[in-house]
């Protein structure tokens, strides 16, 4: 995966991280686990960089719509 790849990677959960917390999708429904998983495999310093925000909208936001 190259570095572009990664950066666009991160915007794409970062954009999902805020479609949930203004509930346009929810957090089932919005396959950012998988994303996650995806950037753990790919990078495992941007995935722990993302990890404190993800815990905190999941516990905030993990409401359905």
């Known amino acids: 995966m190259t ?3 990664l950066r666009k990677l991160e915007a794409s959960i970062r954009l999902k991280m805020d479609d949930i917390k203004n509930q346009k999708v929810s957090l089932k ?3 950012i686990g ?3 998983n995806m ?3 790919a990078d495992e ?3 722990e960089k993302l990890m404190p925000d993800y815990k905190q909208m ?3 936001y993990n409401i359905f719509k």
């Open 34 to 36: 998988g994303l996650m």
């Open 3 to 5: 570095e572009r790849d």
């Open 58 to 60: 999941v516990a905030k």
């Open 29 to 31: 429904d919005s396959g």
């Open 39 to 41: 950037l753990k495999k």
């Open 45 to 47: 310093a941007a995935y």
